[in-house]
């Protein structure tokens, strides 16, 4: 027994063991090295999560009363004064922060002005943001006497006291020269400085005061708080920067991944029992951290966040939210909507998959073509269109119909901004997710099935509920789901004819709480909950119905028996379908187009007066529009190429390994692209401003990641079963002639699949592109894309320059769709 | 019960035409196989009188019924078929129960006489004490017939069988072969069978047709296609055989190259193609048979000996041999062989094309 037990053990095993041991405890002083860094920190008083979170809030702000209030003035002076003021503002600074640290700090000032190209600028707004936090006092007396000045007053005031600061002896307005009895020289100065400041707005506000104190409550040291100003005033805080300052964050962070990985990593060694390190669990454990980090990390600190406001468990939240009517109405109003819209675009649905793929109705391919089509089209554009169709003054239905029956002038009969409006726009764009899965059943559906139908004597009627619709329910009830799901996470749509309607929804709620401070933070982390909650359900419950899963791919495919002929139907049935697609798909792109070349959004196109090609001349020549969809098409190229590198990966290992632990990060994306868009980017909102030690928020980057934990599922999907139509053969085959793996994949796989990974890429790139809902809440002065540009044309601006750029992005799309299907040949198209 | 009246009928999807002109009439009670290569045209010659596809052109009619023609045409659920698909299409969310009783509760037969029938035929299939079960337990073998139990329980007049067997396994479709011929004798019905298999066809069929390109080749008893085969398509599909050029003269064959002579009383004249099959040959003792050459290889195969002959210039016959008779056989060693019976065929372009037909 000895020797047996002695020949079995693996001399691998130990050497194993002890590598991952070497690497926990790496982990585990990493963790405890940045623990301690952290005790040290909030010792010198950083609380770095509220404090980023308060630096990023400020840093627009900062911009906007430079840009408003401080830049005017000073270009209004001659250069002689401009320079002199820029002398002593740097003074000013130095002493300001010299006498906070009680120690010299203009090294550390001349440290921050010296890696910038405008010093004037960034030393202005530093003292600003100094002043604001701590600097010489303004009294309340004296703010209600500058509150009481009217603009002309106020602005002959702050020229004054700018002018008192460069010279001592012009004569100062009566409130200044009270606050500075007594003072002299660089005293005086900055109590003059300070008044300029706080005389910027009515308010005696230069920063919101809300945002001020939080910042002096998180960061109470002194140097700490330089650094925090000097990030406020560069923007968002960079990654390199934040590592620096608070590497203990990260280093926890790192840590506490590694021990992670360890521990994954020792449970697939053990289960795979060979003890053999092998170079694939780098890559699933690097794709796992990453969905970690990025997925899982920002979702459990929500719903932690949501149960645990302030550190002590409470059902707080979710009682101030839901006792609150408004948001009552919104989860009522969703449940509403993405049931009605799910029923409606099932049985919508299910006879437009059957006539396509079971009878011999007319345009059968071109029709399929369609309804496809529409689930590439952003659904806020629908939104936009039927909005101008059916506002109840002057939607065109609406006059139309009014005509036709002689109304008069009353508004209505029909009215856009109600909930039946909202499931009637969801309906139009959600339905076609139902088709793709329902026809997508029918054609693996073997024909043989229904024809042993026909031939026992059932009708074609017959056949279909006994049969085709009883075989199909798993594909149904899935597609219905995903509709219900989609409608219920969709912002675009509600949020274009809910808010004018005042139809509020969880999501439109959600993103106006984001925009609320800490506490709308916190409500909306309550709603979120709620949305993830039913998400989450209705995928497991997805795949409880389906044991085998179902996911949507595209292909190009549909050679099907015509089993049933509609005979004298044939014409009547074909018109109704055409009518179906004319009513949801001609008309509403039709009206964006027509409204692109309007004046006036009320009156027809084609008066004279009205059409205008205004519109898009504006939108290509306006730097900042041009500038969103640079920063669209980069973000969406970003994400599918990422995204498709990832894909082929997985489906590598998924379709030719039996590595242990694949099936992780495949559950991990799915997970992914089931979890509504808003609450991952309120997730990642919460968690990646640096109290995790990771900062990208207000970057590219953040956009980039949401974009892909939402839509790399479908990439791979593709490419997955793409590669799983290749016979392994053909590789071994390869390999076999004496080539090596890599030329295997380059000559063999990678040809063969190609199609698909062009496929899945543009799968990825398309929805990235014209994202909205998460890059509401994720976007930056700086990251604005085109799609969030177009929402705030329609809401705030223009709806027909809006529709103009609707109307391109509904062509880039078809291009694209073109483009695909040159370059697969003719395999796929969306 | 009906006979199957086939008139003239040309199938086409487009450009391609899969049906010919086929013109035929299957009496009442008769086991009708449709044999040919895969792509032939015989599973759409099935459809068509399902009633799954419209014929381009022609009439199909049941006893004097139309029920396909210019203007008349029976959908397949008023025909009063029974057929058995080749992937079964047995529905998984049914019992095999509810399965069989599918077209008797479309007909809305009463419950009890459903039950009478069902579990009647389920007896004929040996499937008794499988009727709760669904579809996934069960065996390809028991799936398959269910679907024969389904498309009997109607008492159809027609039965379709559209290469039922040709998922299961060897031994299986032996014994399956039985018990549908023993079924049929049962139900006294028409049957009409399509498959590539030509020892399939010729085990069950009263009558072969066998087609090809989507023309009839020939029908006949299964005896009569083996024996007669009307062309060299026919004689190659069913069965072995080898093919030597020739030419009559003077009552005789006369073999291209290594000129040996066959001896012959047919109406053929000039070349011809002749057949023969590998058991038509025999040893015979030296001087005895009419051809004579040189063994060039042997495969010994037990119930068998697979020999081939060399009879000169690269000419070759096969022979299988009784293994008793040939125990010492050699390679290189000289024999004589005697041709029992051969067939022969005008030699012109058809001729000697028809294995391009066949691939």
Redesign the interface.
Known sequence: MQVQDKKTRNPAELRCKIGLLIFLLLGAALVVAGMWGMDQYSSSGFDQEAGYSYINQLTPELEKLYNEGIKPELEGLDAGQRSAIKQRVGELLITAWTEAAKEDRSALVETYLSDTDDVEKTQMKLLSVSYSMAGPKVSSKEKKALAAMDDAERAAFRDAVLLGILDDTVELPALAADAVEGEEDLKRDGILMQLFLTSVNKESEPLPTEMVNGLKKAVRTADPRFAAYSMAEKGSVSWIEQLLLSNTTTTVLIGVVLMFDVLLLFFLLKADGSWQMDFKWIVILAIIDFMVIFQVMPLVYLVFKAFFPDGKFTFEVFTRLYTYPMNLGALTNTLIAAGATMVLGTLLAFPLAWLVGRTNLYGKKFFRSLFVLTYMVPPYLGAMAWLRLLNPNVGTINVFLRTLFGLGDAPGPLNIYSLGGLIWVLTTFYYPYAFITISRAMEKM?P??E??????????I?TVF??TL??T?PSLIAGALLVFISAASCYGIPSIIGAPGKVHTVTTRIIEYNGLGAQGLSDATGLAVFLMVIAIVILLFSDLVIAKKQYITVSGKSMR?N?V?LGRWRIPVTLMVSAFAVLVILIPFATILTTSFKTDVGKSVFDKTNFTIENWTEIFSRTETIQCLKNSLVFGIFTATIGIVIACTMSYLLQRTRIRGRKIPDFLIALGSGTPSVVIALGLIMTMKGNFGINIYNTAYIMVIAYLIKYLMMGMRTVVSAMSQIHVSLEECSQISGASWAKTMFKITGPLIFPSIAAGWFLIFIPSFYELSMTTLLYSNSTKTIGFQLYEYWTFTNQPQACAMAFGILMIVVALNFLLNKLTKGEFSI | MASVNIKNVTKAFGPVVVLDQFDAMFENGEFITLLGPSGCGKTTMLRIIAGFEKPTKGTVLFDDKVVSDDKVFLPPEKRDIGMVFQSYAVWPHMTVFDNVAYPLTIKKVPKAEIKKKVDHVLAAVHLTQYADRIPSQLSGGQQQRVALARALVASPALLLLDEPLSNLDAKLRESMRFEIKEIQKEYGITVMYVTHDQTEAMAMSDRIVVINRGVIQQIGTPKQIYMEPANPFVADFVGKIEFLEGEVKEGKIVLDGCGQKLPYDGPLTGKVLVGIRPEQLQFAKAGDGELTGVIKSHFYLGNENDCRIDLGAGKEVRIIADPYESMDVKAGQQVSLKVRHYHAYPLNEDSLNFRKILT
């Open positions: 073997d043989s099935l024809e042993a139908s026909r031939i026992s004597g059932a009708s074609p017959t006994k049969i009883p075989m329910t028996p089993i002929d």
